[in-house]
């Protein structure tokens, strides 16, 4: 037997879920793709952070289809190459996104003190979708489409009532926590889903666990908490994504300008910026190559208040980077440790929240 689940997925900031012309268009593969993404949080949360990734990917292939287990059998004990998905979804409209190419909005600039001009808020986050062409005075998408603010489409779920429990919890941690498409970790593609997943009491709490302890493993299974509680901080609401998406673009430049470069393009060693990122225009590390991936810990999200006006909450979920960057745990705990010193200053305007 299979539950049906029905949701209406709303956004709250631009999204650029590319289609095959790199043009917007509602598509169900980003969805599954952040439910799979927040169902191992959840597998984490379940299995107390003690996770053996072999158990965990092999649940997730037997569930939500694979072509690469090596050990997987049908009833009869004959060995099985690929499974089709357990987990069904469809969407109500298949259209591409109503925010076009020529009515992309003017976003306000931000100072930036490592270059001699201000920069728009929306090419400092979302640049890639976002571009500024040659000659041009304000940036514009880099494809056709994106979908609006607002844009709403019904998504429908089936899968096995034997894992309802979880999946469930994975659907209320994308409403809390999900951003789908390019530049998601900026707060692009910030959606909700309603009505609101229910779950457990349990399944309403953030899976916390000590951002010390996440470092044990190299890939995001947790949301990090120190001393002073849940390592999560939202803005003060805003009536305007597009002023909202100023305020992020502040908060990330501060941040990262925040650890200033002892070298150059080239370098023999990273620095403590490189932990935040990688890569880092003109400063590249040698050993890390330029084509090596590091994708930012902390990440946005734009949520809508019961009074309906917009906040950014930013959320960090710790982990080692991978053996590539042969990682110096001592150098990340203290760069981290200064970034969530950053965003409890007083000057960044923001506070802790539980969730």
Same mark, same amino acid.
Request: hydrophobic share 40%.
């Given at each position: ?8 997925? /709303?956004?709250?900031?631009? @999204? ?17 793709? /952040? ?8 597998? $984490? ?9 072999a %158990? ?6 037997l ?17 099985? @190459? ?33 270059? =001699?001009?201000q ?13 500024? =062409?040659?000659? @041009?005075?304000?940036?514009?998408l880099?494809?056709? $489409? ?12 089936a ?55 996440c ?14 509680g $849940?390592?999560?901080?939202?803005t ?43 890569p ?5 590390v /040698? =050993? ?18 019961? %009074? ?10 710790p ?7 042969? =990682? ?15 965003? %409890?200053?007083? @000057? /960044? ?7």
């Amino acid at each position: 037997m299979h539950t049906i689940r029905k949701h209406r997925v /709303q956004f709250n900031t631009p @999204a650029f879920l590319g289609n095959a012309e790199q043009n917007a268009q509602w598509r169900t593969p980003p969805f599954k793709a /952040q439910l799979r993404q927040w169902w191992r949080v959840a597998y $984490a949360a379940d299995h107390k952070f003690n996770v053996q990734l072999a %158990d965990m990917r092999r649940e997730e292939g037997l569930l939500f289809g694979h072509a690469w287990l090596e050990n997987d059998r049908d009833e009869k004990g004959n060995k099985v @190459a690929a499974r089709s998905s357990q987990v069904r979804l469809r969407l109500s409209r298949w259209e591409e996104g109503g925010l076009k190419k020529n009515q992309w909005p003017r976003l306000a600039s931000v100072r930036h003190p490592e270059v =001699p001009q201000q920069v728009a808020s929306d090419l400092y986050l979302g640049y890639g979708p976002v571009t500024l =062409p040659r000659g @041009a005075q304000q940036p514009t998408l880099k494809s056709n $489409a994106a979908i609006q603010p607002g844009e709403e489409a019904e998504l429908l779920l089936a899968y096995p009532e034997s894992v309802i429990q979880r999946l469930d919890r994975a659907l209320w941690l994308m409403h809390q926590y999900g951003t789908a498409g390019g530049r998601s970790r900026n707060g692009w593609g910030s959606y909700e889903l309603a009505p609101v997943p229910i779950v457990t009491e349990q399944g309403t709490k953030a899976p916390l666990r000590n951002w010390r302890e996440c470092l044990a493993l190299d890939w995001p299974h947790a949301i990090g908490q120190d001393e002073q509680g $849940a390592l999560i901080w939202q803005t003060t609401p805003h009536d305007d994504w597009k002023v909202l998406m100023k305020t992020l673009a502040i908060i990330k430049i501060g941040l990262r300008t925040h650890f200033r470069f002892a070298t150059g393009d080239g370098a023999y060693q990273p620095d403590a910026r490189h932990w935040l990122s990688y890569p880092v225009t003109r400063h590249s590390v /040698q =050993p890390w190559g330029n084509n090596a991936r590091l994708p930012n810990q902390l990440r946005f999200k734009v949520r809508r208040n019961s %009074d309906g006006k917009l906040i950014g909450v930013i959320f960090h979920m710790p982990h080692l980077p991978p053996p590539a960057f042969n =990682p110096d745990r001592q150098a990340i705990v203290a760069v981290w440790t200064q970034v969530h010193r950053f965003l %409890d200053n007083p @000057a /960044q305007q923001l506070k802790r929240i539980a969730e």
